[in-house]
Protein backbone atom coordinates (compact mmCIF):
# COMPACT_ATOMS: atom_id res chain seq x y z
CA UNK A 1 0.00 0.00 0.00
CA UNK A 2 1.12 3.89 -0.97
CA UNK A 3 0.64 4.85 2.74
CA UNK A 4 2.62 1.81 4.22
CA UNK A 5 5.48 2.60 1.50
CA UNK A 6 5.80 5.95 2.36
CA UNK A 7 5.95 5.10 6.24
CA UNK A 8 8.36 3.09 5.17
CA UNK A 9 10.47 5.16 2.58
CA UNK A 10 10.37 7.66 5.70
CA UNK A 11 11.57 5.28 8.19
CA UNK A 12 14.40 4.32 5.81
CA UNK A 13 15.56 7.98 5.90
CA UNK A 14 15.68 7.96 9.66
CA UNK A 15 17.54 5.29 10.11
CA UNK A 16 20.10 6.71 7.97
CA UNK A 17 20.12 10.25 9.18
CA UNK A 18 24.19 11.76 8.44
CA UNK A 19 25.41 13.37 11.61
CA UNK A 20 24.95 16.61 9.65
CA UNK A 21 21.51 15.71 9.32
CA UNK A 22 19.48 19.05 10.74
CA UNK A 23 17.53 19.37 13.56
CA UNK A 24 13.82 19.94 12.73
CA UNK A 25 12.37 22.85 15.48
CA UNK A 26 9.24 25.34 15.32
CA UNK A 27 11.35 27.98 12.82
CA UNK A 28 12.26 25.33 10.10
CA UNK A 29 9.46 22.46 10.45
CA UNK A 30 7.67 24.38 7.25
CA UNK A 31 10.20 23.73 5.05
CA UNK A 32 10.77 20.77 7.14
CA UNK A 33 7.64 19.26 5.95
CA UNK A 34 7.47 20.77 2.57
CA UNK A 35 11.31 19.12 2.04
CA UNK A 36 9.71 16.08 3.00
CA UNK A 37 6.92 16.14 0.42
CA UNK A 38 9.14 17.51 -2.53
CA UNK A 39 11.72 14.48 -1.45
CA UNK A 40 8.60 11.94 -1.64
CA UNK A 41 7.51 13.26 -4.98
CA UNK A 42 11.09 12.79 -6.60
CA UNK A 43 11.27 9.48 -5.17
CA UNK A 44 8.17 8.40 -7.39
CA UNK A 45 8.98 10.22 -11.01
CA UNK A 46 12.09 12.76 -12.46
CA UNK A 47 11.47 16.49 -12.11
CA UNK A 48 8.97 17.70 -14.47
CA UNK A 49 7.13 14.94 -14.67
CA UNK A 50 3.90 13.99 -12.97
CA UNK A 51 2.83 10.89 -11.25
CA UNK A 52 -1.08 10.24 -11.29
CA UNK A 53 -3.75 9.21 -9.33
CA UNK A 54 -5.80 7.22 -11.76
CA UNK A 55 -8.91 6.90 -8.91
CA UNK A 56 -9.95 8.62 -6.16
CA UNK A 57 -7.91 8.57 -2.53
CA UNK A 58 -8.79 5.40 -0.48
CA UNK A 59 -7.11 3.28 2.39
CA UNK A 60 -4.55 1.73 0.10
CA UNK A 61 -3.55 4.81 -2.39
CA UNK A 62 -3.20 7.72 0.18
CA UNK A 63 0.38 9.44 0.43
CA UNK A 64 -0.63 12.62 1.71
CA UNK A 65 -2.17 13.32 5.20
CA UNK A 66 -5.96 13.93 4.66
CA UNK A 67 -5.98 13.25 1.62
CA UNK A 68 -9.69 13.43 0.15
CA UNK A 69 -12.27 11.72 -2.16
CA UNK A 70 -13.28 14.99 -3.89
CA UNK A 71 -10.66 15.19 -7.01
CA UNK A 72 -8.00 12.42 -7.99
CA UNK A 73 -4.24 13.85 -7.92
CA UNK A 74 -1.61 14.76 -10.34
CA UNK A 75 2.08 15.55 -8.76
CA UNK A 76 4.87 16.66 -10.02
CA UNK A 77 7.96 19.17 -8.69
CA UNK A 78 8.43 21.57 -11.69
CA UNK A 79 12.38 22.91 -11.87
CA UNK A 80 11.38 26.90 -12.71
CA UNK A 81 15.05 28.02 -12.44
CA UNK A 82 15.03 28.86 -16.13
CA UNK A 83 11.16 29.45 -16.38
CA UNK A 84 8.16 26.81 -16.83
CA UNK A 85 4.91 26.42 -17.80
CA UNK A 86 1.88 24.56 -17.33
CA UNK A 87 -1.09 24.43 -19.36
CA UNK A 88 -4.82 23.10 -18.21
CA UNK A 89 -7.13 22.08 -20.73
CA UNK A 90 -10.45 23.08 -21.16
CA UNK A 91 -12.75 21.13 -19.12
CA UNK A 92 -16.32 21.48 -18.54
CA UNK A 93 -16.40 20.19 -14.86
CA UNK A 94 -13.72 20.89 -11.71
CA UNK A 95 -10.06 20.84 -12.59
CA UNK A 96 -7.14 23.01 -10.76
CA UNK A 97 -3.53 23.41 -10.28
CA UNK A 98 -2.48 24.87 -6.88
CA UNK A 99 1.85 25.98 -7.15
CA UNK A 100 3.68 25.38 -3.54
CA UNK A 101 6.91 26.57 -2.84
CA UNK A 102 8.98 25.09 0.13
CA UNK A 103 7.73 28.06 2.37
CA UNK A 104 4.19 25.83 2.24
CA UNK A 105 3.10 29.30 0.26
CA UNK A 106 1.18 29.52 -3.05
CA UNK A 107 2.16 31.27 -5.96
CA UNK A 108 -0.23 30.66 -7.95
CA UNK A 109 -3.43 28.58 -8.53
CA UNK A 110 -5.04 28.00 -12.06
CA UNK A 111 -8.09 26.25 -13.19
CA UNK A 112 -9.18 24.02 -16.46
CA UNK A 113 -8.53 26.47 -19.56
CA UNK A 114 -5.91 28.53 -18.02
CA UNK A 115 -1.89 28.79 -18.17
CA UNK A 116 0.84 30.12 -16.52
CA UNK A 117 4.74 30.12 -16.57
CA UNK A 118 6.69 30.40 -13.35
CA UNK A 119 10.38 31.68 -12.96
CA UNK A 120 12.30 31.35 -9.47
CA UNK A 121 11.28 34.90 -8.85
CA UNK A 122 7.73 33.64 -8.52
CA UNK A 123 8.79 31.80 -4.97
CA UNK A 124 9.20 32.78 -1.85
CA UNK A 125 12.21 30.52 -2.06
CA UNK A 126 14.06 27.95 -3.79
CA UNK A 127 14.01 27.22 -7.83
CA UNK A 128 11.36 24.44 -8.14
CA UNK A 129 7.41 24.34 -7.26
CA UNK A 130 5.63 21.59 -6.09
CA UNK A 131 2.33 21.03 -8.28
CA UNK A 132 -0.90 19.47 -7.20
CA UNK A 133 -3.44 18.91 -9.89
CA UNK A 134 -7.00 17.97 -8.77
CA UNK A 135 -9.11 16.70 -11.22
CA UNK A 136 -13.35 15.99 -10.93
CA UNK A 137 -14.74 12.93 -11.95
CA UNK A 138 -17.74 12.61 -14.02
CA UNK A 139 -19.15 9.54 -12.68
CA UNK A 140 -17.20 7.09 -9.50
CA UNK A 141 -17.13 4.38 -12.20
CA UNK A 142 -15.17 2.72 -15.09
CA UNK A 143 -16.32 5.15 -18.10
CA UNK A 144 -15.62 8.12 -15.34
CA UNK A 145 -12.21 7.45 -14.64
CA UNK A 146 -11.38 6.36 -18.37
CA UNK A 147 -12.49 9.96 -18.78
CA UNK A 148 -10.56 11.79 -15.69
CA UNK A 149 -7.41 9.86 -16.42
CA UNK A 150 -7.36 11.00 -20.65
CA UNK A 151 -7.87 14.73 -18.51
CA UNK A 152 -5.15 14.02 -16.59
CA UNK A 153 -2.59 12.53 -19.34
CA UNK A 154 -3.45 16.02 -21.43
CA UNK A 155 -2.10 18.00 -18.66
CA UNK A 156 0.98 19.76 -20.02
CA UNK A 157 4.33 21.12 -17.97
CA UNK A 158 7.35 22.62 -20.14
CA UNK A 159 9.89 23.36 -18.53
CA UNK A 160 13.48 24.78 -19.71
CA UNK A 161 16.16 23.39 -17.62
CA UNK A 162 15.25 19.61 -15.55
CA UNK A 163 17.32 20.05 -12.55
CA UNK A 164 16.62 17.23 -9.74
CA UNK A 165 15.57 18.90 -6.67
CA UNK A 166 17.68 18.32 -3.70
CA UNK A 167 17.00 19.46 -0.36
CA UNK A 168 18.26 20.02 2.77
CA UNK A 169 18.68 16.79 4.99
CA UNK A 170 16.34 17.22 7.91
CA UNK A 171 16.44 14.75 10.32
CA UNK A 172 13.29 13.03 10.41
CA UNK A 173 12.91 12.16 14.21
CA UNK A 174 12.92 16.20 15.03
CA UNK A 175 10.28 16.42 12.24
CA UNK A 176 8.21 14.24 13.61
CA UNK A 177 8.10 15.23 17.38
CA UNK A 178 7.06 18.88 16.07
CA UNK A 179 4.38 17.78 13.77
CA UNK A 180 3.26 15.53 16.62
CA UNK A 181 3.20 18.53 18.72
CA UNK A 182 1.50 20.38 16.17
CA UNK A 183 -1.52 18.08 15.76
CA UNK A 184 -1.80 17.87 19.42
CA UNK A 185 -2.15 22.15 19.09
CA UNK A 186 -4.53 21.55 15.91
CA UNK A 187 -6.91 19.11 18.54
CA UNK A 188 -7.36 21.62 21.41
CA UNK A 189 -8.28 24.09 18.93
CA UNK A 190 -5.37 26.37 17.92
CA UNK A 191 -5.96 26.55 14.33
CA UNK A 192 -8.85 28.60 14.85
CA UNK A 193 -8.30 31.33 11.23
CA UNK A 194 -8.29 28.30 9.07
CA UNK A 195 -8.92 31.11 6.48
CA UNK A 196 -5.45 33.06 7.10
CA UNK A 197 -3.52 29.45 6.73
CA UNK A 198 -2.93 29.98 3.17
CA UNK A 199 -1.45 32.75 0.65
CA UNK A 200 0.98 33.82 -1.82
CA UNK A 201 3.89 35.56 0.90
CA UNK A 202 4.05 35.55 4.63
CA UNK A 203 2.52 38.85 4.97
CA UNK A 204 -1.00 37.01 3.46
CA UNK A 205 -1.00 34.28 6.20
CA UNK A 206 -1.34 34.46 10.35
CA UNK A 207 1.82 32.66 11.07
CA UNK A 208 0.49 30.42 13.70
CA UNK A 209 -2.20 28.79 11.49
CA UNK A 210 0.29 28.59 8.67
CA UNK A 211 2.56 26.55 10.94
CA UNK A 212 -0.03 24.17 12.17
CA UNK A 213 -1.75 23.92 8.56
CA UNK A 214 1.05 22.21 7.12
CA UNK A 215 0.97 19.82 9.69
CA UNK A 216 -1.87 18.61 9.30
CA UNK A 217 -2.75 19.75 5.78
CA UNK A 218 -0.06 20.12 3.46
CA UNK A 219 -1.14 21.38 0.11
CA UNK A 220 -4.14 23.30 1.50
CA UNK A 221 -5.81 26.22 -0.85
CA UNK A 222 -5.87 29.65 -0.13
CA UNK A 223 -8.74 30.69 1.04
CA UNK A 224 -10.10 32.62 -1.98
CA UNK A 225 -10.43 29.15 -3.62
CA UNK A 226 -11.09 27.03 -1.01
CA UNK A 227 -11.98 26.80 2.85
CA UNK A 228 -11.69 23.95 5.00
CA UNK A 229 -12.14 23.58 8.82
CA UNK A 230 -9.24 21.82 10.57
CA UNK A 231 -11.57 19.69 12.19
CA UNK A 232 -15.53 18.83 12.64
CA UNK A 233 -16.64 20.29 16.29
CA UNK A 234 -16.92 17.34 18.15
CA UNK A 235 -15.72 14.84 16.11
CA UNK A 236 -14.79 11.38 17.87
CA UNK A 237 -18.46 11.75 19.22
CA UNK A 238 -18.96 7.66 19.77
CA UNK A 239 -21.69 5.51 18.38
CA UNK A 240 -23.58 6.86 15.80
CA UNK A 241 -23.65 10.50 15.56
CA UNK A 242 -24.88 13.13 12.93
CA UNK A 243 -24.05 17.17 12.07
CA UNK A 244 -26.90 18.96 10.70
CA UNK A 245 -26.13 22.28 8.04
CA UNK A 246 -27.12 24.79 5.19
CA UNK A 247 -25.45 24.21 2.27
CA UNK A 248 -22.47 27.04 2.12
CA UNK A 249 -22.21 29.75 -0.63
CA UNK A 250 -20.02 28.40 -3.66
CA UNK A 251 -19.99 29.15 -7.19
CA UNK A 252 -22.04 25.66 -8.02
CA UNK A 253 -22.76 26.73 -11.33
CA UNK A 254 -18.74 26.67 -12.54
CA UNK A 255 -17.81 24.02 -10.31
CA UNK A 256 -17.66 24.57 -6.98
CA UNK A 257 -18.68 21.47 -4.35
CA UNK A 258 -18.43 20.85 -0.70
CA UNK A 259 -17.44 18.05 0.81
CA UNK A 260 -17.36 15.64 4.32
CA UNK A 261 -14.50 13.46 4.80
CA UNK A 262 -13.44 11.56 7.79
CA UNK A 263 -9.67 10.15 8.90
CA UNK A 264 -8.65 7.92 11.80
CA UNK A 265 -6.97 9.97 14.87
CA UNK A 266 -3.81 10.10 13.20
CA UNK A 267 -5.20 11.99 10.28
CA UNK A 268 -4.92 9.00 7.42
CA UNK A 269 -8.01 7.30 5.77
CA UNK A 270 -8.73 4.28 7.76
CA UNK A 271 -12.58 3.24 6.30
CA UNK A 272 -13.57 2.61 2.71
CA UNK A 273 -17.13 4.64 3.25
CA UNK A 274 -15.19 7.89 4.60
CA UNK A 275 -16.45 10.66 2.26
CA UNK A 276 -19.07 11.51 0.51
CA UNK A 277 -19.71 15.61 -1.41
CA UNK A 278 -22.85 17.62 -2.20
CA UNK A 279 -23.18 15.75 -5.65
CA UNK A 280 -23.29 12.21 -3.93
CA UNK A 281 -25.29 13.44 -0.82
CA UNK A 282 -28.83 13.31 -0.64
CA UNK A 283 -30.12 16.82 0.87
CA UNK A 284 -33.35 17.12 3.37
CA UNK A 285 -36.75 18.20 1.95
CA UNK A 286 -35.61 21.78 3.33
CA UNK A 287 -32.28 21.78 1.20
CA UNK A 288 -30.05 21.21 4.22
CA UNK A 289 -27.69 18.50 4.75
CA UNK A 290 -27.29 16.12 7.91
CA UNK A 291 -24.24 13.32 7.93
CA UNK A 292 -23.94 10.63 10.41
CA UNK A 293 -20.96 9.14 11.33
CA UNK A 294 -21.29 5.35 12.45
CA UNK A 295 -18.52 4.25 14.15
CA UNK A 296 -17.49 0.55 14.10
CA UNK A 297 -19.47 -1.99 15.66
CA UNK A 298 -22.42 0.51 15.92
CA UNK A 299 -25.38 1.23 13.46
CA UNK A 300 -27.39 4.14 12.49
CA UNK A 301 -31.06 4.10 12.55
CA UNK A 302 -32.51 2.75 9.19
CA UNK A 303 -33.28 5.47 6.90
CA UNK A 304 -30.30 7.98 8.42
CA UNK A 305 -29.25 9.84 5.57
CA UNK A 306 -25.22 10.27 4.00
CA UNK A 307 -23.67 7.75 6.89
CA UNK A 308 -20.30 7.67 6.55
CA UNK A 309 -18.10 4.71 8.96
CA UNK A 310 -15.91 5.85 11.40
CA UNK A 311 -13.69 4.28 13.76
CA UNK A 312 -13.33 5.09 17.70
CA UNK A 313 -11.40 8.79 18.27
CA UNK A 314 -12.38 9.72 14.56
CA UNK A 315 -11.59 13.07 13.03
CA UNK A 316 -13.21 15.66 10.18
CA UNK A 317 -12.87 17.35 7.75
CA UNK A 318 -15.61 19.85 5.98
CA UNK A 319 -13.98 21.35 2.50
CA UNK A 320 -15.96 23.82 0.16
CA UNK A 321 -14.74 24.68 -3.41
CA UNK A 322 -14.98 28.01 -5.08
CA UNK A 323 -16.21 29.90 -2.53
CA UNK A 324 -18.39 32.90 -4.49
CA UNK A 325 -17.10 35.33 -1.39
CA UNK A 326 -14.30 35.09 0.43
CA UNK A 327 -16.04 37.76 3.55
CA UNK A 328 -18.97 35.26 3.34
CA UNK A 329 -17.21 31.88 3.52
CA UNK A 330 -15.25 33.24 6.90
CA UNK A 331 -18.35 34.22 8.63
CA UNK A 332 -19.83 30.86 7.49
CA UNK A 333 -17.15 29.08 8.40
CA UNK A 334 -16.86 30.02 11.80
CA UNK A 335 -20.57 29.49 12.26
CA UNK A 336 -19.87 25.70 11.29
CA UNK A 337 -17.49 25.17 13.88
CA UNK A 338 -19.56 26.24 16.40
CA UNK A 339 -21.71 23.65 15.47
CA UNK A 340 -20.79 20.31 16.77
CA UNK A 341 -21.18 16.72 16.08
CA UNK A 342 -23.96 15.21 17.99
CA UNK A 343 -25.03 11.85 19.12
CA UNK A 344 -27.79 10.41 18.65
CA UNK A 345 -30.36 9.65 20.65
Not at 281 to 287: P, S, V
Not at 293 to 315: H, I, M, R, Y
Not at 326 to 333: A, F, H, M, P
Amino acid sequence: MKKKALVLALSMVAAHVSAQSVEVTKDNFVQAESTKYFNVQMAKKPVNTFSHQRTMANVDTQDIIRMNQDTAYSIAVIDVSEGATITLPDRDIYASALFIDLNHLNPAVIYAGESITLTADDLTVGEHVYVLLRTSARSYDEEGFADMNAYQDSVVIEAKSARPFIGVDYNQKSRKEIQSWAEQQARAGKLNKPWLAMGKTMADVDKDNHFLAAAIGWAAFPAKHAMYTPRLAGQGTPGCSFINFEAPELDYDNGGFFSVTTYDKNGWIAEENFALNNLQATANQDGSYTFHFQEKGTECPSGALNVLDVQEDWTGIFRMYKPSDVENIVKYTKAFLANPVKPVK
